[in-house]
C-alpha cells in the first residue's frame, strides 16, 4: 500500500509568499485523487506551532488551505517538530495499513519536508519526492526556486542500502501509477 503525505499546507504558512503555489497545490490535489482511487492512504500533517505565527492547534491559521481538497477518509496528524514522526502517531499508522511506499509532497522544502524525507528513509521506507510537489518562500540567502532546485538534486543522490528513494515529477509519478493499475487489472482478468 502507497501513502501520500501531505506536509503543513496551512493557511499560516502561506501567508508567506512560496513557489508555484497554485502549481503545487494542483498537483497534490492530482496525485491525492488518484492514490484513494488506489485504495492508498492521504495523509495530511498539519504543524501545531505558536500562537505567535498563528499555528497552534485549532486556530485559523493551523487550518489545511482551502484550495486543498480534504475527504473523510483522510488521515490527519498534529506535529510539533519539523519530523513529522517525531512524537505522533505516523509511524503506527504506516506500520497498522502496512504502507512500504511513501510519496512526499507539502511545505517549507528545506525544513519540515526534508526533515520528514531522511526520517522515513531511517525507518527504511521507500520514497518517492514529487520534485514539482513541494514549495518554500525566498531566503535571505537563496530564492525558493534555487531551494527547491538543491533538494531535488540532494535527495536524488542519497544512499540508503535496501531502500529505493525516486524524486520524480508528479506527471512521472501518475503515468507509473497508471501503468501498474492497468497492469494489475490485466493480472486480474487473466487470472478469473
Given at each position: 500500500m502507497k501513502a501520500l503525505l501531505v506536509i503543513d499546507m496551512q493557511k499560516s504558512v502561506f501567508t508567506t509568499p512560496r513557489y508555484d503555489k497554485d502549481g503545487v497545490i494542483n498537483r497534490i490535489n492530482n496525485l491525492a485523487s488518484i492514490v484513494r482511487d488506489e485504495n492508498?492512504?492521504?495523509?495530511?500533517?498539519?504543524?501545531?506551532?505558536?500562537?505567535?505565527?498563528?499555528m497552534n492547534q485549532g486556530s485559523k491559521g493551523w487550518e489545511i488551505i482551502d484550495?486543498?481538497?480534504?475527504?473523510?477518509?483522510?488521515?490527519?496528524?498534529?506535529?510539533?517538530?519539523?519530523?513529522?514522526?517525531?512524537?505522533?502517531?505516523?509511524?503506527?499508522?504506516?506500520?497498522?495499513?502496512?504502507?512500504k511506499d511513501v510519496i512526499i509532497t507539502g511545505a517549507v522544502t528545506e525544513l519540515c519536508v526534508d526533515t520528514t524525507f531522511r526520517s522515513c528513509l531511517s525507518k527504511e521506507l521507500n520514497v518517492t519526492m514529487i520534485s514539482d510537489g513541494h514549495t518554500t518562500g525566498d531566503r535571505e540567502h537563496l530564492k525558493?526556486?534555487?531551494?527547491?532546485?538543491?533538494?531535488?538534486?540532494?535527495?536524488?543522490?542519497?544512499?540508503?542500502?535496501?531502500?529505493?528513494?525516486?524524486?520524480?515529477?508528479?506527471?512521472?509519478?501518475i503515468t507509473q501509477l497508471k501503468a501498474l493499475h492497468k497492469s494489475n487489472d490485466e493480472r486480474h482478468i487473466q487470472i478469473k
Open positions: 492508498g492512504l492521504v495523509i495530511f500533517i498539519q504543524h501545531n506551532g505558536s500562537v505567535e505565527e498563528d484550495e486543498l481538497n480534504v475527504v473523510d477518509n483522510d488521515i490527519k496528524i498534529t506535529k510539533t517538530a519539523c519530523d513529522s514522526f517525531f512524537k505522533t502517531d505516523l509511524e503506527s499508522i504506516l506500520k497498522e495499513y502496512k504502507v525558493a526556486n534555487l531551494i527547491i532546485q538543491h533538494h531535488n538534486w540532494t535527495w536524488k543522490n542519497i544512499i540508503i542500502p535496501n531502500t529505493n528513494i525516486e524524486v520524480v515529477k508528479t506527471n512521472e509519478l
